[in-house]
């Protein structure tokens, strides 16, 4: 069939790749499933081939391809006969590879994406755990320092390539309190004493390895980190999109081997002196599933094309990926049926392909989770931004005067230029799968310490949006004793923007949380009591701040130091439109100080705009999608997580 997507060079590529796997391993299928696993020198043909560097760049040994090139290559995988050698060649080429592609050092891509490139080397990478499968922020293998190397503990499971594999790009926690925020990528190598894999048996894909792993005091150099550290969540993020692609386009081959398999056998198989393919009950059956695999595959090259244009299609690749492998199950259970008995026994393809099918709606995130993705967007209005419309922020932020001395993160927390690029948006769950760890979860994991006020929409705010001042502009604090501070107090005022006039609550109010209470009832003006900076009986009604300083004058009176708990950090913060442009926030043996200027060597430089933080602090602004868009630069994402937490929200 024409298609605008594909022209002869694509086709032609597709012919080189069918004519191998007819030729070279679907022959060989029975003997790889009965063995359960698949030789290494078919890696390294793929590799000579060039099928194992579509997308890779030049300089790898890749092909440097288009988008279409890999669909066609997916598509083509199931003639392998093999559900299991689908999932381990993709996962070499498109999954466990990817943060080393976007992110890795020079020397991180001649170890190990060169070699998976040329197929010398297989690659894993490990992120669900036996208990964390769906809560990434419970990640608990850690990765702690020791002098030059990380010293990684724990387990994983569901891992494809984990027995055979000369890697693993592994998920650890690197930050304890920081949630998804505090997860870093390590590369362990296989021969690395204290890491040990076992392989699981699964009712389908065989010949793919798919292991639990073990980490018991795994030391690895410190160059092993990909990316940043504490960047880990943010990598995996960015591959979404192509692992919802990869994993429906191979659900599309899949389904149309499985037609064409059908299509032979009805033609050939004759009942009551005729083929029973010309039996209506039969093809019209038929013919609904062929009407169906042509809208799923067409809505699959629709998300591969915007993704190819710069776009982050995100709910495109959750659709295309739900209807295919949705399709490619019921496919197979469809075509099963008209193969009677002889479809339920292993010398008869339709057996391997029902069970097979049955993965797809597992891995690279369930139907469920694709739902509540496509939900989200149709339903909920979220907004994914684009690699286009992130790359002009990350572009605008550095002509607005990005890259001063303090807006870059130290040392040693950057292992490439590219650490620093924003990932794609998502939201949704973590699944277990044993395709690949998906890692899929909301930002509010990572950046929950900015709660949108209740009924507050998801979403970009409007272009015309405008932060006044709340209508009421009353002021009410209630102060309950609090025990003496270690260290001499920091006193306490009212930010100058705050009317003066103020009035006691009743008598019989207790202090709890939340910060905001009822406006109580009048009372003599000449009644005043003064806030304990660090105090956590503190109850406040403020106007929403219009200025960055207004914004800082109110840090201390919203500071919960019951929070902190011994926590000393300093904070730099850059506001690039705003005249009074630079502050120094300082939490420190239970109080906390804003002051005007950079002091100090700071352990988190937050680089933004004015409008940006004032939109974030009366809930105007997603933080999550501020930061994907490139709105927002963090140094230290971990010690963000937890600054955050300290204060009470400024909400009208």
Same mark, same amino acid.
């Given at each position: 069939?024409?298609?605008?997507?594909?022209?002869?060079?694509?086709?032609?590529?597709?012919?080189?790749?069918?004519?191998?796997?007819?030729?070279?391993?679907?022959?060989?299928?029975?003997?790889?499933?009965?063995?359960?696993?698949?030789?290494?020198?078919?890696?390294?043909?793929?590799?000579?081939?060039?099928?194992?560097?579509?997308?890779?760049?030049?300089?790898?040994?890749?092909?440097?391809?288009?988008?279409?090139?890999?669909?066609?290559?997916?598509?083509?995988?199931?003639?392998?006969?093999?559900?299991?050698?689908?999932?381990?060649?993709?996962?070499?080429?498109?999954?466990?590879?990817?943060?080393?592609?976007?992110?890795?050092?020079?020397?991180?891509?001649?170890?190990?994406?060169?070699?998976?490139?040329?197929?010398?080397?297989?690659?894993?990478?490990?992120?669900?755990?036996?208990?964390?499968?769906?809560?990434?922020?419970?990640?608990?293998?850690?990765?702690?320092?020791?002098?030059?190397?990380?010293?990684?503990?724990?387990?994983?499971?569901?891992?494809? *390539?984990?027995?055979?594999?000369?890697?693993?790009?592994?998920?650890?926690?690197?930050?304890?309190?920081?949630?998804?925020?505090?997860?870093?990528?390590?590369?362990?190598?296989?021969?690395?004493?204290?890491?040990?894999?076992?392989?699981?048996?699964?009712?389908?894909?065989?010949?793919?390895?798919?292991?639990?792993?073990?980490?018991?005091?795994?030391?690895?150099?410190?160059?092993?980190?990909?990316?940043?550290?504490?960047?880990?969540?943010?990598?995996?993020?960015?591959?979404?999109?192509?692992?919802?692609?990869?994993?429906?386009?191979?659900?599309?081959?899949?389904?149309?081997?499985?037609?064409?398999?059908?299509?032979?056998?009805?033609?050939?198989?004759?009942?009551?002196?005729?083929?029973?393919?010309?039996?209506?009950?039969?093809?019209?059956?038929?013919?609904?599933?062929?009407?169906?695999?042509?809208?799923?595959?067409?809505?699959?090259?629709?998300?591969?094309?915007?993704?190819?244009?710069?776009?982050?299609?995100?709910?495109?690749?959750?659709?295309?990926?739900?209807?295919?492998?949705?399709?490619?199950?019921?496919?197979?259970?469809?075509?099963? &049926?008209?193969?009677?008995?002889?479809?339920?026994?292993?010398?008869?393809?339709?057996?391997?392909?029902?069970?097979?099918?049955?993965?797809?709606?597992?891995?690279?995130?369930?139907?469920?989770?694709?739902?509540?993705?496509?939900?989200?967007?149709?339903?909920?209005?979220?907004?994914?931004?684009?690699?286009?419309?992130?790359?002009?922020?990350?572009?605008?932020?550095?002509?607005?005067?990005?890259?001063?001395?303090?807006?870059?993160?130290?040392?040693?927390?950057?292992?490439?230029?590219?650490?620093?690029?924003?990932?794609?948006?998502?939201?949704?769950?973590?699944?277990?799968?044993?395709?690949?760890?998906?890692?899929?979860?909301?930002?509010?994991?990572?950046?929950?310490?900015?709660?949108?006020?209740?009924?507050?929409?998801?979403?970009?705010?409007?272009?015309?949006?405008?932060?006044?001042?709340?209508?009421?502009?009353?002021?009410?604090?209630?102060?309950?004793?609090?025990?003496?501070?270690?260290?001499?107090?920091?006193?306490?005022?009212?930010?100058?923007?705050?009317? &003066?006039?103020?009035?006691?609550?009743?008598?019989?109010?207790?202090?709890?949380?939340?910060?905001?209470?009822?406006?109580?009832?009048?009372?003599?003006?000449?009644?005043?009591?003064?806030?304990?900076?660090?105090?956590?009986?503190?109850?406040?009604?403020?106007?929403?701040?219009?200025?960055?300083?207004?914004?800082?004058?109110?840090?201390?009176?919203?500071?919960?130091?019951?929070?902190?708990?011994?926590? *000393?950090?300093?904070?730099?913060?850059?506001?690039?439109?705003?005249?009074?442009?630079?502050?120094?926030?300082?939490?420190?043996?239970?109080?906390?100080?804003?002051?005007?200027?950079?002091?100090?060597?700071?352990?988190?430089?937050?680089?933004?705009?004015?409008?940006?933080?004032?939109?974030?602090?009366?809930?105007?602004?997603?933080?999550?999608?501020?930061?994907?868009?490139?709105?927002?630069?963090?140094?230290?994402?971990?010690?963000?997580?937890?600054?955050?937490?300290?204060?009470?929200?400024?909400?009208?």
């Amino acid at each position: 069939m024409t298609s605008i997507y594909f022209g002869e060079e694509h086709e032609s590529f597709r012919r080189a790749v069918r004519q191998f796997l007819e030729g070279e391993v679907a022959p060989r299928a029975r003997e790889w499933e009965e063995a359960r696993r698949i030789p290494r020198d078919v890696f390294r043909r793929m590799g000579d081939l060039g099928f194992l560097g579509v997308l890779a760049p030049e300089e790898v040994g890749g092909a440097d391809a288009s988008i279409f090139h890999a669909i066609a290559l997916l598509e083509e995988l199931p003639r392998s006969r093999m559900g299991g050698f689908v999932a381990a060649v993709s996962v070499q080429q498109f999954i466990a590879t990817g943060a080393i592609a976007l992110h890795g050092t020079g020397e991180q891509k001649r170890r190990w994406l060169a070699p998976s490139v040329a197929g010398t080397k297989v690659g894993a990478i490990a992120i669900s755990e036996p208990d964390t499968g769906s809560d990434v922020a419970a990640i608990r293998t850690t990765a702690r320092r020791d002098g030059d190397a990380w010293v990684i503990d724990g387990a994983k499971t569901w891992i494809t *390539n984990g027995v055979e594999g000369d890697f693993v790009v592994v998920a650890c926690r690197t930050a304890a309190d920081a949630g998804a925020g505090g997860i870093s990528l390590v590369v362990v190598e296989a021969d690395t004493p204290g890491f040990s894999r076992s392989r699981l048996r699964k009712m389908g894909w065989h010949c793919s390895d798919t292991a639990e792993l073990t980490f018991a005091d795994v030391r690895v150099p410190l160059g092993n980190l990909v990316g940043a550290e504490n960047e880990g969540f943010f990598l995996i993020m960015e591959t979404f999109v192509l692992e919802r692609l990869v994993t429906a386009a191979t659900a599309v081959g899949s389904a149309r081997l499985a037609l064409e398999e059908t299509r032979r056998y009805v033609l050939s198989r004759e009942a009551f002196g005729r083929p029973i393919g010309k039996f209506q009950a039969i093809r019209h059956r038929l013919a609904d599933l062929h009407a169906e695999l042509e809208a799923a595959s067409q809505l699959v090259y629709h998300a591969a094309w915007l993704h190819e244009r710069g776009e982050n299609p995100v709910a495109e690749a959750c659709m295309a990926k739900l209807l295919a492998t949705e399709l490619s199950k019921r496919t197979a259970d469809e075509c099963l &049926q008209f193969f009677g008995g002889y479809g339920t026994v292993e010398e008869f393809p339709m057996e391997r392909f029902f069970r097979d099918a049955r993965f797809g709606t597992i891995v690279a995130g369930t139907s469920e989770i694709m739902r509540e993705v496509i939900a989200k967007s149709a339903i909920d209005g979220v907004v994914f931004p684009g690699r286009k419309e992130r790359a002009d922020a990350e572009a605008g932020g550095e002509a607005a005067g990005d890259g001063g001395a303090d807006e870059r993160p130290p040392a040693a927390e950057t292992a490439s230029p590219e650490a620093d690029a924003p990932p794609d948006a998502f939201a949704g769950e973590l699944v277990p799968d044993l395709f690949v760890a998906d890692a899929t979860e909301s930002l509010d994991a990572v950046f929950s310490e900015f709660p949108a006020p209740p009924g507050a929409g998801p979403g970009l705010p409007t272009p015309d949006a405008t932060f006044e001042p709340a209508p009421e502009t009353t002021f009410a604090i209630v102060a309950a004793p609090v025990p003496e501070p270690a260290t001499p107090a920091v006193e306490a005022t009212v930010p100058s923007f705050v009317p &003066q006039e103020a009035a006691p609550p009743p008598a019989d109010v207790e202090v709890t949380e939340p910060a905001f209470f009822p406006e109580p009832a009048p009372a003599p003006a000449s009644f005043r009591a003064a806030p304990e900076v660090g105090s956590t009986s503190l109850a406040m009604k403020l106007p929403v701040p219009r200025s960055v300083e207004e914004l800082f004058e109110t840090l201390p009176l919203r500071f919960r130091a019951d929070r902190a708990q011994g926590w *000393n950090a300093r904070f730099h913060f850059r506001f690039r439109d705003a005249a009074r442009s630079d502050w120094t926030v300082v939490v420190e043996d239970g109080f906390c100080r804003a002051l005007e200027g950079h002091e100090g060597t700071p352990d988190c430089v937050v680089t933004t705009t004015e409008k940006t933080y004032l939109a974030i602090e009366s809930g105007q602004q997603s933080p999550e999608t501020a930061f994907l868009l490139g709105k927002v630069k963090v140094s230290n994402v971990a010690a963000m997580s937890r600054f955050g937490k300290l204060f009470r929200k400024v909400a009208p």
